[in-house]
Structures are given as structure tokens and as C-alpha cells.
């Protein structure tokens, strides 16, 4: 990456004779924001249910929508007290970390639970962040070992007749059956969709109850997995997931998460309703402000840039702003195929939509909808700066290289603390020649690939300089 620091002094030079010529004319031509460009599809919205943010972030933080967990004391005794309580909360909430939720059983026990935040909040500059992909999380082990020893622990403690053993028997179960399908690569990748087609593969659809015996002829070898999508970017879209196959209405589809402990879908319908205040308030929440220095000038001249070349797929910011939607082909973007492959594929992914379609999330109006897209939606890029790494196989650690496609690097390791990179924009990382572990990102494994959208290459060093500063913007 040296290289940059010389390309910045030598473009520099440049930047006075440019922001002479591109002064004319801020607004988008007509023809850009108009024309549908080849290879893309609009992907049109669907009705939604409205909800009460204010109810549904209460919801979220503090609800009982995971409805199994371990008991509190020995969540303590494992992780200890977290005094910080950066998300404000109550109770015994107040002293648990954000990424887990305590509350009572309905049959009295006192248990903690993981939440949502588990994947979608981090630290960022030492400020806890809901909505912000956790890009620590570890999926590269199984948790059978662990999840053995807890079984152990509370057997031994409360006995398999308490109110206990009945509050955390769903989790146990569940996460055995899962844990070895859904191994990924490295710290970081993210297999969510594989999580729920294998929890699907053990539920029957219409009660949602759990089986033993698997409900699909097979689970396929290969572990989907993206990053995570920031919730800030939500609002804007009318097909959430990488790949656009959100549709219908949206609390039937991420509840879905609540199949790893569910009991049954009796008490599906029950957080079916607190799930519509909870996508209320995601779509409330906000991208983080750029908190380091921004040259004015640049932003200026990045604007431009970013209008004739970016725009058209990713809609324009500030004032007035626009977002066209699009889901892009294959052959456009060119990025990794295999999450797209994987939508309709014989893969689990392709066997869950059709299992989802069909099932109690699809059956009653209104109904929860998976899409067989081929492509990956051009995101909306509010708050970039703060969700590196890039693509939806997070391949690309900074903006730099996601838009110069020639300074990717095959292999990548992460930095252990988390530095910011503000030159180049993303995390900071160190280059190696092969994989080292499991914080290594390997490009050269199946679903892994940093290949694609080249839409930056094209650009001259001081264009892309430009571009990027008007990026930290947004
Ligand atoms: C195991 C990690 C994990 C957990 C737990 C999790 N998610 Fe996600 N979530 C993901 C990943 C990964 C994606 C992106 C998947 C894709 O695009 O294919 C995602 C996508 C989403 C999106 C779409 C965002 C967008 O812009 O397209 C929403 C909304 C969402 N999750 C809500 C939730 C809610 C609400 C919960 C808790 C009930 C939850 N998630 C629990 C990992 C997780
Ligand atoms: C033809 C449409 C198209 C054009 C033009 C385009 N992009 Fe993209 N962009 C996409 C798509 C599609 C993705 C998602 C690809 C993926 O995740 O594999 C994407 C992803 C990105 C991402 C990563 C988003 C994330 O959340 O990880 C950034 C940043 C980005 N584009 C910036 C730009 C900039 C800057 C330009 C102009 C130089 C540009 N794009 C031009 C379609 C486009």
C-alpha cells in the first residue's frame, strides 16, 4: 500500500487545475438520473406494516424474542458483570453485554440470551454502535465443544427436571445441530442464511415445531455467507439482503431468526407483532458522521466524480436525495458468483426460500417472501466509511482497493486491535503470502473472491483521491 502515499503527493499537484474545469454544473444530468442502465433490474417495494420505533428499539434491546438461554449466574460467571452499559438499560440488562439479553423464562427462570446485536453491533472508535456489522464475530470454530460443557454445567447445577434445564434445552439443541454446517473461513464471515436454512431443514413449516430428523434430502458442503449490511441503509431499500431476495412483508422475514429456539407457531405469531414495531425502528436509525478531518475541496470535486460514474447505481446523497434500487447482473458487477449461485441453487439457501415460501412465515397475509434473484443490489453507501470491509463477501478491507481492483490483495490479515485506516479508508491490515489462521482472509476460496466491480479503475489517482473523500461524507 506504500504506493498510495506517493500517488496522494503527485495528485495533490493536479487537484487545483481540476476543480477549475469541473465547476460548471453540481446537479446530475438529466440523462444519467433517467436512463435505465443495461443490466440492472428496479426492484420495486412492497407493503409494509407500520410500527412504533420508539416501542419496537424497547423490543429489540430488551425483548424476550430468542426465548431460550443459559442461566444468569453462570452467564456471569463466564463473561462476568459488563458495568459499561452503553445501550443504557435497565435492570439486570444494565450489567449484561450489549450483544445479550436477560429476562425470565415463561416458566420462571431467570436466563440470558443472545440478541440480534450479536451480528449487528460493534465498537467503533470506542463508541458502541447498534446497527454496525460486528465483523469480530467467530465462526470459524464449532461450538459443540462448549455448548457440551454448559450442558454439564446446568445439568449439574439445577438437574434436567428445573425450570432451568427447560429454558435452555431448545438453545443446546438447536446449536448442536448447527454448529459443524456452518463453519466459515475466517473471523469475520458471516453464515446467517446458512444458520436459518439448517434450522429450517429441522422444523416442520406450518407448526415450526422442531424434529430430529432433517426435513431436506441434504445439506450441501459449501457455507454461504456475507458480511453484515449496516441497518442505517435499511430505509432506503425496497429488497434488503446482499442479493435483493427480501421481499414481502419484512417483521415475517427477520424474525426468522427466532427459529433457532422457537417453540412452536403459536408463539411465532406472538413476536410476529413485536417484530413489527422492531423493523420500525430499524428503519429509524442513522449512519454514523465521519468523525475525522474531511478537505472541503475535495468533497467538492469528488461530487462530480461520484455523479457521472456512481450514481446511476448507488443514487445521490444531501439534499434531494435519491436511491433508483437496482439489483445488478452477474456479468456487471462481476464480484464473487457463489452467494448469488446459491439463491437458486439445489443449495440449502435455495432449499430454505423454497421451504420459507411455503411456510408458516408465507401462509397468512401478510405474508414473508424470498425472491430468486441472480445479482447483488447496489447498496445504499450512507455511512461507508464505518462498514468496511467491502462487498458482500467483505473481500475488500478498504475503499481504496474496492476502487482500484489492482491493489487487492489475494491474501489479507486483519490488524488484532481494530486501527482505522484514514487514508485509505476501511481497517487496517497487514499483507501476507498465504493463510497464517483464521483472521487471514483468503481470496482464493470458494466464496471468497475480490474480483469485480471495476467501476473505479477507469478513474486517474487524483479523481479517485477525490471520490474517496467524498465518500467519507455520506
Ligand atoms: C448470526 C448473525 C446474525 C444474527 C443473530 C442476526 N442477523 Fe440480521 N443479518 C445477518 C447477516 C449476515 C445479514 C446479511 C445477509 C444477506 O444479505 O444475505 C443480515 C441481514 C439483516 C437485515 C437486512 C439488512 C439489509 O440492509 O439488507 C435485517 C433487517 C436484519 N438482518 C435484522 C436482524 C434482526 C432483527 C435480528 C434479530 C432478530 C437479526 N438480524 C439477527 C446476520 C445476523
Ligand atoms: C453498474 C452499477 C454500479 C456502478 C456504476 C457502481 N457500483 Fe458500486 N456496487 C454495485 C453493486 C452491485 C455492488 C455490490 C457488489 C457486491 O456486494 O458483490 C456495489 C458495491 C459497492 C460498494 C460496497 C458496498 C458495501 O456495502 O460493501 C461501494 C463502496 C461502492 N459500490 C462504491 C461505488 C463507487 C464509488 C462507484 C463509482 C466509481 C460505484 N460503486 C459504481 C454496483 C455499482
Known sequence: MHKRFLFVGVSILFLGVFLYSCESDLTMPEALETASIAGTTFMPASP?????????????????????????????????DHTENALNRSGENANIAPDFTAFTHQNGAHVVSANCLQCHGSYLNGEYIIGLGNINIDFTVSQNATVKVVDVIIENKHGKDSAEWEAYEPFSKASTAISNWILTKTVGANPADRIFGVLAAYRDKNTLEWNDQLSFNEISDYTEFTDVPPWWVLKKKHAPLYTGTGGGDWAKLFMAASTLTLKNSEEANAIDED???????????????????????????????????CAGCHGTYGENESYPNLLVD??????????????????????????????????????????????????????????????????????????????????????????????????TYNEETGYTDRFTYDTTQKGYGNGGHTFGDGLNEADRIALIEYLKTL
Request: aromatic letters at 12%; zero cysteines; hydrophobic letters at 35%.
Open 48 to 80: 409494509q406494516r407500520e410500527g412504533d420505533p420508539e416501542k419496537g428499539k424497547d423490543i429489540l434491546l430488551n425483548g424476550n424474542y430468542i426465548g431460550s438461554g443459559i442461566p444468569i449466574e453462570i452467564y456471569k460467571a463466564v463473561y462476568g
Open 330 to 427: 452477474l456479468s456487471v458487477v462481476d464480484t464473487d458468483p457463489e452467494q448469488s449461485k446459491a439463491v437458486t441453487n439445489e443449495s440449502t439457501q435455495g432449499r430454505f426460500i423454497e421451504w420459507f415460501n411455503s411456510s408458516w412465515f408465507a401462509n397468512d397475509e401478510p405474508a414473508g417472501e424470498l425472491l430468486k434473484t441472480s445479482g447483488y443490489i447496489a447498496q445504499p453507501l450512507d455511512g461507508i466509511w464505518a462498514s468496511a470491509p467491502y462487498l458482500h463477501n467483505g473481500s475488500v478491507p478498504t475503499l481504496y482497493e474496492l476502487l482500484k481492483s489492482s491493489e487487492r490483495q489475494t491474501y489479507w490479515r486483519r490488524t488484532a486491535e481494530h486501527v482505522y485506516d484514514e487514508v485509505n479508508v476501511g481497517w
Open 275 to 309: 417484530f413489527v414495531h422492531v423493523m420500525a425502528y430499524l428503519k429509524t436509525i442513522e449512519a454514523p458522521k465521519y468523525p475525522y478531518q474531511i478537505n472541503e475541496e475535495l468533497v467538492q470535486m469528488g461530487q462530480h466524480i461520484f455523479k457521472a460514474n
